[in-house]
């Protein structure tokens, strides 16, 4: 079974006068094709992305219901995650293959095969880092077209590619989401265990739920995890002093 390839663009926020200036590069760079390559089709990819998403969204529920913090892009994505799961399934619906591979394709680079509109509607959410005006999308575009003309159906069709490339975003954020609430879980985990002496069946936070925990409690840490370990054994006051200080002595040996 062939897999599909995945367009991914990284950059860091450019202000308009520059991605302007970046577009009009690209577009004097690109060779085209009349049609894009069927392995550069990123419905498949989106779905999978939309699947980390929504695992996600299930730890947050679950970490709720623990009492666990929720990072500040969690309570984002525990609002509006039905959006998410609504433009995922009109892309589904608009975005055929059929009507993918008519799309005007890359000839060259490393982007070749892929849809000139998905390409550019990438660049763009890389470089805007997902704050897109319409006034200033119809600039961007304008601007790519002082080199490369757009036929009026990429023009039409660019608010799809945008949606797929932001959900790419969101997926990654999510990634980093899911490691700070395992941080936070693990942090719980052990102070169950290290400063109430929970048995097993006592415990709330259980250290199978997690795919890895260290031998040692503070080895291998994160700043997630000291931040949150940290703000765990004040609450516990008195009973948390001791492992607060070896807490605090194991942050400095990692500094050394």
């Known amino acids: 079974m062939k897999i599909n390839r995945i367009l991914k663009i990284n950059g860091t926020v450019l202000d308009k006068s520059h991605l302007k200036n970046h577009l009009q590069k690209i577009a004097s760079n690109h060779n085209l094709n009349s049609q894009s ?25 679950e970490h709720l219901k623990l009492g666990i913090s929720i990072h500040p892009a969690g309570e984002w994505l525990l609002d509006n995650f039905y959006i998410i799961e609504e433009t995922v399934k009109q892309i589904q619906k608009e975005l055929t293959l059929k009507k993918y591979t008519n799309f005007v394709g890359i000839a060259n ?5 892929f849809a000139r509109i998905y390409v ?25 077209q002082t080199k490369k003309t757009l036929s009026m159906e990429e023009i039409w069709n660019i608010g799809i590619f945008l949606q797929i490339a932001i959900i790419e975003n969101i997926r990654e954020i999510c990634e980093k989401i899911y490691s700070c609430q395992i941080q936070k879980y693990k942090a719980e985990s052990i102070a169950e265990r290290l400063v109430e002496n ?4 006592e415990q709330h936070f259980k250290t199978s739920e997690i795919k890895k925990i260290e031998k040692g409690a503070f080895q291998d840490m994160k700043y997630p995890f000291i931040e949150y370990m940290s703000y765990i054994l004040k609450r516990y006051g008195k009973k948390g002093y001791s492992y607060l200080k070896v807490l605090e002595e194991a942050v400095e040996m990692t500094r050394k």
């Open 198 to 201: 929970k048995g097993k069946q």
């Open 120 to 144: 550019i509607a990438s660049e763009i959410v890389a470089y805007t880092d997902n704050k897109i005006e319409k006034k200033e999308l119809e600039e961007y575009l304008a601007s790519y």
């Open 37 to 61: 390559q069927k392995d550069t089709y990123p419905i498949p990819h989106m779905i999978e992305n939309c699947r980390v998403i929504y695992q996600v969204y299930n730890l947050l529920n």
């Open 109 to 113: 680079g490393q982007y070749k095969g």
